[in-house]
């Protein structure tokens, strides 16, 4: 760990603590306790319309979603409505929090997940307890004007809530669409470091992603509350890329490349669960089906002076996934403090996808299909005991067993899983967490199945001998919260990789995701809220955060220790905000780096990072005629996208350097409004 955390950033933030927690005065908004309540007039400064707009204002807490992996499994999203999980994978829980109207929030309670009979949940998590107020609802409208793009008019949210009977719903219509681009220089040099080519490049991306969806809770009867919720989205993207190309030496072969790429996209999703009392304790059942149907086109032309076209490729493809879980819950106490559950998962995934290859010019096609399957079983037995009122501790053991065949291969796997989980609460407010954990990791499907990227004019082979990776996590974590409103959160943490899932070499000249035996990657995250309240700056409030990370894994084409290919290296940001005291009026900044490591293939490597801050600079005015109104300034310091590669002659272990490519495309100052209401 010496050669990646250097002393300065750490010590910078533990200073700028230290400093926070000197200058602290109480906190009225906040019970010292084992629990932290925020009431409604805590957030008033704000004017939030949502109640995911109040969770993004309280000290020290990050709302993170549902596991994207496995299955449902143990713990999910680090926030509960009326002390109920949110059922669902990835960022359900933001969008479900998002539709609760910040007039029905009676208060926000931030706990200690380790004290909640909640399987797998730990560190901080939000309980929103809400209210029926009637028929309420939200809207946000967000127009965008860009450089040397078309302004974007059509992305808005609106939602309605209500309750009859025992009967309580949202709905919510919305279009999260967008246009980018990036636009820039890239040079080609040969292997002894002589220019080739230059090319002036523009690459714009649209994409209209309409959706509505419904959430419905039921309450028959005391002890009973079931939830239902639906969505559906359509994804409607094209990328449009022109590169004009200027030979140093040769003019004859100059010319430009258009790269077209076009998805249709489906996406449905419905899950809901039941939990009722039984025998004595709890039965929670649950469902969750989501189903994707995509079809994508990719165009590679190459034009030469006199305006003839030399090369036009085609890539069609039709995937359908789908994923289809059921879970079933049971927990009980046997004595106060002592909780148990035992689950049991189902689940069954699949990939079907068709594609074809053609080259027009010559009028010859390549078609193929493939169809991937799993089917996948876990049981888990879990147990929480309050050891002291300071000591809490939770494990649980079990294991999976899954199925995945492609065509008339089958291969089955047995996985053991668990962890366990302790707190240490010395006082109100100090939390320190330690968890030690088996995961196993999920594939993705369509790395089992040939691919063509006209892109970057490579193919990529299905490997059907993939198998799921399986880590030992191991971390700790300190959470300090001072009065006034100041908070602090470091967590160390280590992971030993077996069976990573990374680019492989295959055969001669194959190039592919597989397996290596062998990885592990550690770091640390550090975070921190300083109020400006506690240090007589009304109104003010500082978040930073600072991520290093580091990773290890040999090679499989050269033998040499490198870094996971993409992994994180370090990423820091900053957020200010300032709402002026006595005033309807707010401003602040936000600003974010991240540094990614190379990309090693069996041809290449690359690295694409950005050259500066992603960074937005906003005015707020929280009443003009009853709406709320926001001027977003993006990209203040005009980041722009870097991407570097080499390319070898061959296998990059055997081949020399046939040519390098630097290419710099900034994405340019853009202009967001957004404006808001409730109702």
């Known amino acids: 760990m010496i050669k990646l955390f250097s002393k300065s950033p750490l010590a910078i933030t533990i200073s700028f603590v230290l400093f926070s927690s000197e200058f602290a005065h109480g906190n009225t908004d906040s019970v010292e306790s084992s629990k932290r309540a925020f009431q409604p007039n805590y957030f008033a ?71 909640l009979n909640i399987t797998g949940l730990s560190g901080q998590v939000a309980n929103i307890i809400t209210k029926n107020t009637g028929v309420t609802g939200t809207w946000e409208w967000r127009p965008q004007w860009r450089e040397e793009l078309q302004p974007y008019y059509f992305a808005f949210d609106a939602s309605i809530s209500g309750e009859t009977g025992n009967l309580s719903y949202t709905a919510e219509i919305k279009n999260e669409g967008w246009n980018g681009g990036h636009f820039g220089p890239e040079r080609q040099y040969n292997g002894s470091g002589n220019l080739l080519r230059s090319l002036d490049e523009k690459a714009i991306y649209n ?3 309409p959706g509505a969806s419904i959430n419905l809770t039921w309450t028959p009867k005391e002890g009973h509350i079931g939830h239902l919720n639906g969505e559906l989205t359509y994804f409607d993207f094209k990328q449009d890329q022109r590169s004009s190309i200027f030979p140093e030496s040769d003019s004859t072969l100059s010319g430009f490349d258009s790269f077209i790429f076009t998805e249709d996209e489906w996406n449905g999703k419905i899950d809901g669960d039941y939990e009722f009392p039984f025998w004595q304790g709890q039965l929670k059942t649950i469902g969750y089906y989501r189903l994707e149907r ?41 004595v106060e403090g002592r909780d148990w559950e035992v689950a049991i998962e189902g689940a069954y995934n699949y990939l079907d ?58 291969r089955d796997f047995v996985r053991p899983k668990g962890f366990i989980a302790t707190t240490y609460k010395p006082e109100n407010n100090l939390t320190v967490r330690a968890k030690l954990e088996r995961d196993v990791g999920q594939l993705n499907f369509f790395d089992f199945v040939d691919s063509v ?35 602090f959160t470091a967590r160390i943490y280590g992971e030993l990789i077996s069976d990573l899932v990374d680019r492989i070499p295959i ?23 300083l109020n400006g309240d506690g240090i007589g700056l009304n109104g003010m409030e500082l978040k930073t955060r600072l991520r290093l990370r580091d990773s290890s894994v040999k090679d499989p084409l050269g033998g040499f220790d490198r870094r996971l290919n993409n ?59 009853g709406l709320k109104a926001k001027v977003t300034v993006l990209n203040a310091f005009n980041a722009a996208d870097e991407f570097d590669r080499y390319i070898f002659d061959g296998r990059r272990d055997t081949g020399e350097v046939l040519r390098y490519e630097d290419r710099s495309r900034p994405l340019g100052r853009f202009l967001r409004l957004t404006i808001s209401d409730t109702f």
Do not use: C
Request: aromatic residues 8%; negative net charge.
């Open 207 to 209: 994409g209209d992603v």
């Open 45 to 115: 400064q704000y004017a939030p319309r949502t109640a995911l707009d109040m969770l993004q204002r309280i000290p020290g807490f990050q709302l993170q979603g549902g596991s994207t992996e496995r299955g449902l499994g143990q713990g999910g999203a680090n926030v509960l409505l009326n002390g109920q999980q949110i059922t669902g994978k990835g960022g359900d829980a933001f969008s479900q929090v998002g539709r609760v109207n910040a007039s029905n929030v009676i208060r926000i309670e931030i706990v200690d997940g380790a004290t």
């Open 567 to 625: 992994d994180l290296k370090s990423n820091w940001g900053v957020e200010f905000r300032h709402d002026i005291p006595d005033t309807d009026w707010a401003w602040g900044f936000v600003a974010n780096m991240n540094s990614n490591a190379k990309v090693y293939r069996l041809t290449t490597i690359n690295e694409a990072n950005r050259n500066a801050p992603w960074s937005w600079a906003f005015v707020e005015h929280k009443n003009i005629m």
């Open 294 to 334: 995509s079809e994508t086109v990719a165009k590679s032309q190459h034009f030469a002076l006199n305006a003839d076209l030399e090369i036009h490729n085609e890539y069609h493809q039709i995937a359908d996934e789908a994923e289809l879980i059921g879970r079933t819950e049971y927990s009980w106490s046997a």
């Open 507 to 529: 055969g001669e000249d194959g190039d592919a995701v597989g397996n290596i035996d062998k990885a592990n990657r550690y770091g640390i995250d550090l975070n921190s809220t």
């Open 453 to 487: 990227s006209l892109e970057d004019n490579f193919n990529s082979a299905g490997n059907s001998s993939l198998i799921p990776s399986q880590s030992w996590v191991g971390e700790l974590e300190v959470d300090k919260q001072f009065n006034g409103g100041h908070s």
């Open 353 to 410: 996808i068709g594609a074809s290859f053609m080259n027009i010019l010559a009028r010859t096609g390549s078609p193929s299909a493939s169809r991937v399957e799993e089917l996948r079983t876990e049981a888990t037995l879990t147990h929480q005991r309050s050891v002291s009122p300071k000591w809490d501790i939770q494990t649980s053991i079990g294991g999976e067993y899954s199925e995945i065949s492609q065509g008339r291969l089958t």
